[in-house]
């Protein structure tokens, strides 16, 4: 009887774990250790130059990295390490290593592959090398260009399997089903005939590597039908994405084993329509031949002309700039104001854009005419204009960083704020002081463009102030007006 009750007692402690709901059990993944993976490259640093390995310009920043890490550290604050593998010598915006080392973590890309490569596909396929450098089993993979748009848990990236083990959801967001393979042979098939002329940067030749993946899984892997996509061929997998080390070391050694251009995926120098194209590889041969689960949050891609119109109400979202296209400087100005809305708050690895204090903010229309509160007066409502350089306190201006990322502007001769007029939101909307009282008409993104000046956006109607009919005279009117990267509504600060 004894014996019988011992055994009662302890079938009824176990109940609750067998009969748990799903978010008790998944409970336990939100105590494991999840780090954050970058590859980032900056080809507008001086200081890094790599003979024999080519460039993209979708590899110059336009500073991705900086809001793509506030998004990390705002909504998923949970990382343990965020890792950036680079060629770099450092990321420009952020402060030294010392002062960064408790999160953020740099890794030379030579480091990792023992070569000097620009070839994301080379970093992909060999990111089972991080168990060196301290990584987590477990991770996420992050591109600059992709950004956490809302909180979320461990538990939306990864589960604990049937084995106990925690891996990976796959996040695909399209239908994928059996009998694809003819549609993807024939897609193949009629990329293939311009194989010679497609670059691995275009669109075509990306496909081309998405397809190549494709008929490897076919032929080379799984030698029957797999689960392909049955929606849309041109939709991939995209960051942020779960990965797992050991997951990562198979797929390089059946790679690595079974493919015949397989120095060309694993070890290349310069990207190449021989490499496969890595997302797609990790998660149709983890859903094929692990049955891994399908997770919920995905993230759409948005290219850079789109940046600024477009919805951001996914939890993950990529601003993209997509191989070798030439992007016009308004498309980029537009997105990094978009990007410093979305992810205003400065973390404490950063450098400020623009320090606090006293400034003279000069126009780019001409570098001897500056803002300058009408008649230096300390009343109410007097206006903001364009005036001759003459170092008086009309023309002072102090910088004072408030903690939602904008800046209060605030002149000397008054103590008063730099305001939109009734925060108005109609272009040609007049700009003038007005005592401080912490609305959004007195609040300023301060966003650097890429020739050293500033763009100043009001946070009330996310107009840009401006310099009337960009004429550089004395007494011109200031003004808020459509964002046009014209000179007329760029300036610099100078104490």
């Known amino acids: 009887m004894k014996k019988f009750m011992a055994l009662l007692v302890i079938v009824i402690m176990f109940l609750p774990c067998v009969f748990a709901h799903p978010a008790e059990k998944n409970s336990d993944v939100e105590n494991e250790e999840i780090d954050v993976v970058y590859t980032y490259v900056d080809l507008t640093d001086e ?5 024999g390995v080519s460039t993209c310009k979708k590899d110059y920043s336009n500073e991705e990295l900086r809001y793509s890490l506030r998004s990390v550290l705002q909504n998923i604050p949970w990382v343990r390490k965020i890792f950036i593998i680079m060629p770099n010598d450092k990321v420009k915006f952020l402060k030294d290593k010392s002062k960064i080392s408790d999160k953020i973590v740099y890794i030379k890309d030579k480091d990792l592959l023992g070569f000097d490569s620009s070839s994301s596909v080379s970093f992909e396929f060999n990111f089972w090398r991080l168990k060196d450098f301290g990584c987590s089993e477990n991770f996420i993979y992050m591109n600059d260009d992709f950004f956490i748009g809302k909180p979320l848990k461990k538990s939306d990236f990864f589960y604990r399997n049937e084995e106990g083990k925690v891996v990976p959801y796959v996040l695909y967001g399209k239908n994928i089903d059996y009998g694809q393979y003819g549609n993807v042979r024939n897609y193949w098939y009629d990329l293939k005939k311009d194989i010679n002329s497609l670059s691995p940067h275009s669109n075509s030749g990306f496909e081309y590597q998405r397809m190549s993946t494709f008929m490897f899984l076919y032929d080379k892997v799984f030698s029957r039908d797999i689960k392909a996509p049955s929606e849309d061929l041109n939709y991939f997998p995209h960051n942020a994405l779960g990965e797992n080390l050991t997951d990562l070391k198979e797929i390089y050694d059946l790679v690595f084993n079974n493919y015949e251009h397989a120095n060309e995926c694993l070890f290349a120098r310069s990207r190449n329509n021989y490499g496969f194209q890595h997302q797609t590889m990790y998660c149709f041969y983890l859903i ?12 759409p891609y948005i290219d850079l002309t789109d940046a600024f119109f477009a919805d951001y109400s996914s939890s993950l979202f990529c601003i993209n700039t997509g191989g070798d296209i030439d992007y016009t400087e308004l498309d980029y ?163």
Not at 47 to 51: A, I, K, Q, V
Not at 288 to 299: A, D, H, T, V
Not at 382 to 390: D, K, M, S, T
Not at 441 to 455: L, N
């Open 47 to 51: 200081n890094l130059h790599r003979d």
């Open 288 to 299: 094929n031949k692990y049955n891994r689960k399908l997770g919920s949050i995905f993230g």
């Open 333 to 495: 100005t537009r997105a990094k104001i978009k990007m410093a809305e979305l992810f205003p708050e400065r973390t404490k690895y950063e450098k400020p854009e623009i320090s606090e204090g006293t400034y003279m903010i000069i126009s780019k229309l001409n570098y001897n005419k500056c803002l300058d509160i009408e008649w230096a007066s300390p009343e109410n409502c007097a206006n903001l204009h364009l005036f001759e350089r003459n170092d008086s306190v009309a023309q002072k201006f102090y910088l004072k960083y408030n903690f939602d990322g904008t800046y209060t502007i605030i002149p000397k001769c008054s103590g008063k704020a730099v305001d939109v007029e009734r925060s108005g939101s109609e272009m040609g909307t007049n700009i003038w002081q007005y005592e401080k009282n912490g609305t959004d008409a007195q609040k300023w993104y301060i966003i650097p463009d890429r020739q050293g000046y500033f763009h100043i956006v009001s946070k009330c109607n996310g107009l840009s102030l401006d310099v009337n009919g960009a004429i550089a005279e004395d007494w011109t009117n200031i003004q808020c007006w459509e964002i046009n990267d014209s000179d007329a509504q760029k300036f610099k600060f100078v104490k």
